[in-house]
């Protein structure tokens, strides 16, 4: 705690609690002051936990100190160590025993200031940080000047780190398209991976690594060498592993008793019972290669849906008029060859029992 270098006055040691609560002794009529339970203490305390000379306040180089004298003493609920002159804050609460003092500027509303209570780790740490920085000025210069370092080594570093970034990046643009081309064909070279070519996008200037790998495996291992160079390529690569495994999970939707195999790197084949009708082969082709990267080609092994039938005639009736027969439905309408039953269902001919139907299907899906 300051005070001025010619006089003390000012200050005031008050009595918080015990048998003399209320008790205050102004500090400014001597440069120490003596507490304790001895009729010569400046500030006698008669209370059995108080030792004979318990405390002494002493002021040094501006500042108001405590020493240790005969007993323990806590100051804001920190331990003061034998023989340690400490440097008191304003308003620091010391304990004597089963006592309570507080030190601080004159008139100071002692109800209202902060209880005195056991501090946890933070608090213990930041008091101890108090009382280090109220020692000394020099130390309070040494903290500020450290902070100031401290920010400037963060500012310093903000700005660096991104300019040492683009200067890495600049550094890659060094390689010729030719050389970045020759080390990346040395380093998969043992990969033994027939199927990837390298090549070089002519607007960037950039190698690009396309083909087709077995497994997701294989593909990892491309993806770790690559990670080994200062080259980063586009990466144009499928698994057919994945391929194969994204397309059974596409048919599951679509059709469940399907099942796929791989002819070729870029062909699927689809296997399946039933009949699928020409335009639904289109449709699932042209959403499975929009879906699943790297597949090109889509073929189905199975029986491919007519669009010709021969059916009994319900719920028409079937007439004839000379050589030509016609259909009649219930209402009396009449229907010819040519003419439409049901949407994109055309009658072909009419025979005796039967009739031949065709299907025409529309171009949209």
């Not at 340690?84 to 620091?92: F, P």
């Not at 199927?195 to 960037?204: E, H, R, V």
């Not at 160079?229 to 999970?249: G, K, L, V, W």
Request: net charge positive; charged share 20%; glycine share 8%.
């Amino acid at each position: 705690m300051k005070g001025r270098q010619s006089t003390t006055t000012g200050i005031e040691a008050a009595v918080l609690s015990g048998l003399h609560a209320g008790a205050c002794i102004q500090l400014g009529v001597r440069s120490h002051t003596v507490i304790g339970r001895d009729m010569a203490c400046d500030l006698m305390l008669r209370d059995t936990s108080v030792a004979e000379r318990h405390l002494m306040l002493v002021f040094q180089e501006s500042k108001i100190c405590a020493v240790e004298l005969d007993a323990a003493v806590d100051i804001d609920g920190i331990r003061l160590q034998q023989g340690q002159t400490v440097a008191l804050r304003n308003g620091a609460r010391i304990q004597l025993g089963g006592v309570l003092l507080g030190v601080g500027t004159t008139g100071t509303d002692w109800t209202q200031h902060e209880a005195f209570q056991a501090l946890s780790a933070v608090g213990r740490a930041r008091r101890y940080i108090q009382r280090w920085l109220a020692h000394s000025a020099r130390r309070r210069q040494s903290v500020r000047a450290s902070i100031v370092v401290l920010a400037g080594i963060c500012l310093l570093t903000s700005i660096l780190l991104p300019v040492y970034q683009w200067s890495q990046q600049r550094r890659l643009q060094v390689f010729s398209p030719g050389t970045m081309v020759r080390q990346l064909t040395e380093r998969l070279e043992p990969l033994q991976l027939s199927d990837i070519n390298i090549t070089l996008d002519q607007a960037s200037g950039t190698p690009v690594l396309s083909g087709y790998v077995q497994s997701d495996e294989d593909l990892r291992r491309v993806e770790a060498v690559i990670l080994t160079t200062s080259i980063r390529p586009f990466m144009r690569i499928f698994s057919s592993e994945r391929i194969r495994s994204e397309a059974q999970q596409y048919l599951i939707r679509q059709l469940p008793d399907a099942s796929v195999r791989l002819s070729a790197k870029d062909t699927l084949h689809v296997a399946y019972a039933g009949s699928l009708r020409a335009q639904f082969k289109d449709w699932l082709q042209g959403e499975m290669q929009r879906d699943i990267p790297g597949l090109r080609r889509l073929l189905f092994d199975g029986p491919t849906a007519s669009a010709f039938a021969e059916l009994a005639p319900a719920p028409f009736s079937i007439m004839a008029s000379g050589p030509q027969g016609y259909l009649v439905d219930a209402d009396g309408a009449r229907f010819f060859p040519g003419a439409e039953l049901d949407k994109g269902v055309h009658l072909r001919w009419v025979g005796e029992k039967t009739v031949s139907v065709e299907r025409k299907e529309s171009s949209a899906h």
